[in-house]
Structures are given as C-alpha cells and as structure tokens.
C-alpha cells in the first residue's frame, strides 16, 4: 500500500469505528459515569485463602474507581472453592485436578442497604499431578492465584456494567 492508500484506509476505518458506539468504560477518571455511579465500593472480609486473594484483586483494581464522587457501596462475597480429581491411572493414581472457584456476589447500597445486584462468577483451571506433593500443591496455589484474578475482572466488568446502566437510568432524557 501506498502512503496516501494508507491514510485513505485509517480515516475510513476511524469513520466507522466513531459510528459503532463503543464508549470507554472508565473515561474521565473519577468523573466519568462508572465513578459517578460507584464512587466507593467497600469489599467486606471473604473467607479463607481464595478470599483474602480475590478481596486483594477486587481492591486493586477498584482503586482506579473509588473516589468518585458517587454514592458509597459494599460488595459481599461467598466462595465456594472446589478441587476435584480426574485423569485416574489403573493403580488409582489422580493424574489430573481440575481447581473450580465460584463467587457469589451482592452489590449494596450503603445508605439504603438495600441490595442493588446479586450475580456469580466463576472460573476452573487444570492441575497436572506430578510425583512431586511440593510441585503439585504449588501449581494448586498458582492456579488459585489465577482464579482469583479472574474471578475479580469478572466481578469488576459486571460492577462496571451495572455502573453505566445506572448512569443511563439517572440521567435526564434528551429533549
């Protein structure tokens, strides 16, 4: 392609990507619709590892979102974390472990209390057994790890998604 076929094709390609309505999330920082929707959302205490993992995740990455201006929140969680074995050898040796996190989770109004989303998220991951007890349970101990990140993004998606909705229903309709 040429220099001017290639500039042709950028502008037309911008053109149509500014028509499909794609929106950042997370525009305008603290002033954007997700703060203004969830300005402070406070994570209470999860049981067990995978909670302390998934309430740190959760944590990290609500504060690029907490501080806003928006009403105040608390986020509830229940794990359920399940190793099940599989891949089974003749002398009944598991050769295999699948690793299943799942997260129930209620959105609540701080100064209603009353509870705004109820949803799960869920994640599994596979394990190899090995001969080695210390190279199994540290795969088990990453494969929590990487749970519990994607138990978090899940939850912070539909937190943000629930965000924007809200904005949408708050804001005056156009004239």
Same mark, same amino acid.
């Given at each position: 392609? *040429?220099?001017?076929?290639?500039?042709?094709?950028?502008?037309?390609?911008?053109?149509?990507?500014? =028509?499909?309505?794609?929106?950042?999330?997370?525009?305008? =920082?603290?002033?954007? $619709?997700?703060?203004?929707?969830?300005?402070?959302?406070?994570?209470?205490?999860?049981?067990?590892?995978?909670?302390?993992?998934?309430?740190?995740?959760?944590?990290?990455?609500? $504060? $690029?979102?907490?501080?806003?201006?928006?009403?105040?929140?608390?986020?509830?969680?229940?794990?359920?974390d399940?190793i099940?074995?599989? =891949?089974?050898?003749?002398?009944?040796?598991?050769?295999?472990?699948?690793?299943?996190?799942?997260?129930?989770?209620?959105?609540?109004?701080?100064?209603?209390? *009353?509870?705004?989303?109820?949803?799960?998220?869920?994640?599994?991951?596979?394990?190899?057994?090995?001969s080695?007890?210390?190279? *199994?349970?540290?795969?088990?101990?990453?494969?929590?790890e990487?749970?519990?990140?994607?138990?978090?993004?899940?939850?912070?998606?539909?937190? $943000?998604?629930?965000a924007?909705?809200?904005?949408?229903?708050?804001?005056?309709?156009?004239?």
């Amino acid at each position: 392609m *040429t220099r001017r076929n290639t500039l042709a094709f950028t502008i037309a390609f911008a053109a149509l990507l500014s =028509g499909c309505g794609l929106r950042p999330v997370y525009s305008n =920082g603290s002033n954007g $619709a997700v703060a203004k929707a969830i300005g402070h959302v406070e994570v209470a205490p999860i049981e067990g590892k995978a909670g302390w993992l998934v309430r740190n995740a959760l944590n990290d990455k609500l $504060a $690029a979102i907490n501080g806003g201006t928006g009403p105040a929140y608390r986020l509830v969680i229940k794990l359920d974390d399940n190793i099940q074995g599989f =891949g089974v050898r003749t002398d009944d040796t598991i050769t295999r472990e699948r690793r299943t996190l799942r997260a129930r989770y209620q959105l609540i109004d701080g100064a209603t209390g *009353t509870q705004v989303l109820d949803d799960t998220a869920g994640s599994d991951v596979g394990i190899d057994v090995v001969s080695s007890e210390y190279a *199994t349970i540290a795969a088990e101990d990453t494969g929590l790890e990487r749970l519990s990140q994607t138990i978090a993004d899940q939850i912070i998606s539909r937190l $943000a998604l629930f965000a924007m909705q809200d904005s949408k229903r708050a804001a005056p309709a156009a004239p």
